[in-house]
């Protein structure tokens, strides 16, 4: 029967499941599948298992409950295995790398950013800063402009704002680098410039969000940064 795997830890992990349920509806079982030195946590993996509010609570909870006892290597929502024999072999095949990242994760959360700039804001200070610009935006707007100009500027605007949002990332995450054992950078969409997860110490936590509202503060009320954690590894697995 397929199973659906949430989590693997070692052995020596507490493993406290009580009052947790898996994900389907009805919901599973969770049990746990033993290797030599290695445990993973899992239960029967729906047949039509969809990313639904219930089932992405229920997932999240068990990685929950688990990073507050130990280290775990959280899977990502959706991860099935073909029975619970397919998940032993994982375990004792792959059993040295697993235990090395437990290793290299013990201790820390993770920690996510997001980072934007309003986009009027930004509009404003490119139309402030760049004599061109400004200068095409006038012709446009007092119908003085040829018939490539709207296009050209719209071509201008773009390729400026590419770039200050490259230089606003830059700046953000060369701030908090020395927060995090480890980083993953993600592509940002809409107004954002920087998403970005920290590989973070439990004792760096606080020192990590001061350092986040500091540069919060200092950007200004034009900018909105997101921070969420603490969160399972996930990025980090």
Known sequence: MP?????IVSRSHPQKLDGLHGVGDPPSELRTVAGEELTAVVSDAPEDLR???RDLA???AVQERLMADGTTLPLQFG???DDEDAVRTVLEERAEEFAERLQALEGCVE???KAAQSEDAMLRQILTESDQARRMNEEVRTGR???????????LVSK???ARKERLAAVVSEALSGFAREESTYKAAGDDFLSMSFLVDRDQEERLRTAV????????EDFDLRLRGPLPVYSFV
């Open 145 to 155: 402009a040829g018939p490539d100009v709207p296009l050209a500027l719209g071509e």
């Open 79 to 81: 991860f099935t295995a």
């Open 3 to 7: 199973v659906y795997v949430y989590s």
């Open 51 to 53: 990313p639904k509010r």
């Open 213 to 220: 509202q500091k540069i919060a503060d200092e950007l200004g």
């Open 160 to 162: 400026e704002v590419e």
């Open 111 to 113: 920690y996510h950013l």
């Open 58 to 60: 229920a997932h999240q």
